[in-house]
């Protein structure tokens, strides 16, 4: 069995290049393998949504656990999103019932862990605290999210080639 903290606290790297794909017309997304000390770790991804429109709000990075190959669906284990807002449910630590949290946010691993059992509270992760500072830009974003999530090569990470259109 595998111990889901023992998959959160190590560096870790992509093991494969990030291919993006349309999610929608308003949505681009990836999911890429990872791995740690240099071997691919069997169903931990990285799980990337960002807006279709350059600069948009709302980008996100997932780490994410499917724990049998054979069943389709995945869980997060942790998540960082930039400038959206959030507000915590009335479940888990008391101190973080329904905080409101108005703009970049993650979803940390140990607050939405209940270790006894080794689960997550729930799939979506349902509590989370602000990520302070609040990055300013997407770069800045991407520096935070790569130090939070543990993961090497987020502040590289290429973005998808971007709809021309305005945001409305």
């Known amino acids: 069995?595998?111990?889901l903290r023992d998959l959160v606290s190590p560096l870790k790297t992509f093991s494969e290049p990030i291919k993006w794909v349309d999610e929608g017309e308003n949505w681009k997304t990836?999911?890429?393998n990872l791995?740690?000390?240099g071997a691919p770790v069997p169903g931990l991804f990285l799980r990337i949504k960002s807006p279709a429109i350059r600069n948009?709000?709302?980008f996100l990075l997932q780490t994410e656990y499917q724990p049998d190959e054979r069943v389709r669906s995945a869980?997060?284990?942790e998540r960082v999103e930039w400038k959206v807002g959030h507000t915590n449910s009335a479940i888990g630590p008391q101190e973080y019932h329904f905080l409101d949290i108005e703009s970049s946010h993650i979803?940390?691993?140990d607050i939405n862990y209940?270790?006894?059992e080794n689960r997550m509270r729930q799939r979506n992760l349902p509590l989370a605290v602000p990520v302070d500072p609040d990055p300013h830009s997407l770069e800045d974003f991407l520096d935070c999210?790569?130090?939070?999530l543990r993961i090497k090569g987020v502040s590289g990470i290429d973005r998808p080639d971007f709809q021309g259109r305005l945001m409305s």
């Not at 999210?145 to 939070?148: D, S």
């Open 56 to 58: 948009a709000h709302g």
């Open 107 to 109: 979803h940390k691993f």
């Open 1 to 3: 069995m595998v111990i």
């Open 145 to 148: 999210a790569e130090k939070l």
């Open 114 to 116: 209940i270790e006894d």
């Open 75 to 77: 869980f997060a284990i």
């Open 35 to 37: 791995e740690m000390n």
């Open 30 to 32: 990836s999911r890429v």
